[in-house]
């Protein structure tokens, strides 16, 4: 998981320069698709993005994704894990996590150590697929999840698995309530969620008070 922060000084990277401490957590692979619209792999290919040498790899992908879409000055990335954020306590402001979470293998510990480094008044924001509330259409969502999306994963990008595994990963992932309650018991207060696209995707926020 790579995480980069910005602060006043040095201004580091969390998607928009602020003038507050903000920590954005999110995979480099994440960020290219966003900034260019297409997808873009670590150099050696998809296939080395696991362990301590897929993390490098994504690193260095950062390091050639700012330098492509333009981003230049002050950007520093640090490479961690989002279970034990190793910064100080009440670092930041703010803590987001962008289509990640769902990836992270103990999510009550990472949500504590978000918990942990937000300073008192501090807010997580976290984006992620969730629990659709779709009705009539659901076997429709279902279906297309499971069987219409890891085939044109494989035609467009030439990868059926990593669809596939999105749409594992959205289905073992916490729906809205079970996530709530996940940040309310890591200390989160004031918690709340908004459904986007019917719940497909949600925003989650919670406050350390």
Known sequence: MVVHLSRPLPLLMAGAFNPIGCLRIQS?????????????APEGGRG???????????????????SA???????????????????????FHCVTIGFGLRNVTDKDAA????????????RLI????????LGPLAPVYEAYSFNVLPQLGKLLA?????????????????????????MESAGFER???FNLTAGIVAVHVGYRL
């Open 28 to 40: 480099a692979l994440q960020f290219y698709e966003r900034q260019s619209g297409h997808g873009f």
């Open 48 to 66: 080395e993005g696991e362990g301590e040498q897929g993390g490098k790899s994504e690193q260095q992908t950062f390091e050639r994704v700012i």
């Open 69 to 91: 879409v333009g981003i230049v000055g002050n950007v520093e990335f640090v490479l961690a894990d989002a279970e034990n954020l190793p910064f100080p306590d009440g670092s």
């Open 111 to 122: 949500l504590r150590s978000m918990y942990r480094v937000l300073k008192p008044g501090g």
């Open 126 to 133: 976290v984006l992620e697929f969730s629990r659709a509330h």
């Open 158 to 182: 030439g990868d059926s698995e990593s669809y596939r595994y999105l749409a594992e990963s959205i289905r073992k992932h916490p729906d809205q309530d079970t996530l709530k309650a996940m």
């Open 191 to 193: 918690c709340t969620y």
